[in-house]
């Protein structure tokens, strides 16, 4: 079992930055491959990015691709997702989650994953 704590998140201008961070307790999290979603009002869960357990292979939707980074460092239990550049709608609620498995096709699919923390909201002004 994994537990998952997002942190970072705030309100952002358009164009400036961000760094939402995630750490995980419990089992290691070099076991699982990691992905950060997002959460806008009225709109389903979507994929943001994906990052595979020795952070060698990352995988992005591709509103964000070239803007947002994801990455790991699995000796302090902590993925990162940086956003550069944000925009207003990349204002949600932007969720990590674990997946006990290697990355794989279905990677961007929301019941692939495991375990999921609690959120932290991002607000991009424009």
């Known amino acids: 079992q994994v537990q998952l704590v997002e942190s970072g998140g705030g309100l952002v201008q358009a164009g400036g930055s961000l760094r939402l961070s995630c750490v995980a307790s419990?089992?290691?999290?070099?076991?699982?491959?990691m992905g950060w979603f997002r959460q806008a009002p009225g709109m389903w869960r979507e994929f943001v990015a994906a990052?595979?357990?020795?952070?060698?292979?990352?995988y992005y939707t591709d509103s964000v691709k070239g803007r947002f980074t994801v990455s790991r460092d699995n000796a302090k239990n902590t993925v990162y997702l940086q956003m550069n550049n944000p925009k207003p709608e990349d204002t949600a609620v932007y969720y990590c989650?674990?997946?006990?498995?290697?990355?794989?096709?279905?990677?961007?699919?929301?019941?692939?994953?495991?375990?999921w923390g609690q959120g932290t909201q991002v607000t991009v002004s424009s």
């Open positions: 989650a674990a997946r006990d498995a290697p990355i794989g096709e279905s990677r961007a699919v929301v019941s692939e994953y495991d375990h």
């Open positions: 419990g089992r290691t999290s070099r076991s699982y491959s």
């Open positions: 990052i595979s357990r020795g952070g060698t292979n990352t």
